[in-house]
């Protein structure tokens, strides 16, 4: 996934009613940007930090800057647009290379299923059962090297799971892909403390067959694309 504009670095003041921030430019200047995430977003809101914004000349945006990126310690980076992942996931899949789903030829995006749901994605493909896919941002880190999701009390992500959990009991596969949107982390798990009931859906999901895989990106100001595989603790 490559940046439509080349992005410009600048510092945050303050983020604010979920989709907005104050940031400051470094020609001093300070601006509205928009923020794509509407979570907590703990440990990447704090005042002064290294940000990455991508402008646009939209005259049908009101706001003229994109918040894309953080610049974490020694050298990481962490993506904080929640829209990101399944276009770099999407291109991972037609390109074959998430191993769990690279014998699928067809990937068709936004499929309706459950209940007045649409599946992030469904692979099909000759003499295969179809694959319902589902795909979650990560970026909560509050142990060095360990990603967690969610940030942040999801009963729509609680709900993902029991549609999942239905489709393999139709004799689908089901996956649910977590996508960590930072370069600091060698590790995947839920947090359980945060949302206790998405956790124990996801231990029911798992149990009913639903397959639970995570990914990490590579990341820079230019692209952010699928990396590598990363172990997915979950309780036994």
């Known amino acids: ?43 990447l809101k704090e005042q002064g930090l290294p940000i990455w914004l991508e402008p646009n000349d939209d005259p049908r945006k009101k706001l003229k800057y994109g918040w894309r990126l953080a610049e974490l310690p020694d050298g990481h980076w962490a993506g904080i647009d929640t829209s990101l992942p399944n276009r770099i996931v999407e291109e991972a899949l037609r390109a074959g ?16 299923y459950g209940t007045k749901s649409r599946v992030d994605f469904l692979a099909t493909g000759e ?12 970026h909560l880190c509050r142990a060095p090297g360990v990603a967690e999701f969610p940030d942040s009390v999801t009963a729509r992500g609680a709900k993902h799971l029991d549609e999942l959990s239905a489709m393999v009991s139709a004799g689908h596969r089901a996956v649910m892909i977590y996508l960590v949107q930072r370069t600091d982390c060698s590790t995947f798990k839920l947090a359980d403390d945060i949302d206790p009931h998405y956790a124990a859906r996801a231990q029911a999901a798992r149990e009913a067959g639903v397959e639970m895989i995570c990914y990490d990106t590579d990341i820079s100001t230019e692209t952010i694309t699928l990396n590598q595989p990363i172990p997915v603790n979950l309780p036994p």
């Open 1 to 43: 996934m490559k940046f439509k504009t080349p992005l410009i670095r600048a510092h945050l003041e303050r983020r604010y009613k979920r989709f907005l921030a104050d940031v400051t430019l470094a020609d001093g200047s300070t601006h509205v940007a928009h923020c794509p995430n509407p979570g907590a977003m703990t440990g």
């Open 97 to 112: 290379h998430i191993a769990e789903l690279a014998q699928y030829s067809n990937i068709r995006p936004e499929v309706k």
């Open 127 to 138: 003499g295969l059962p179809d694959a319902y896919t589902e795909v979650k941002n990560v």
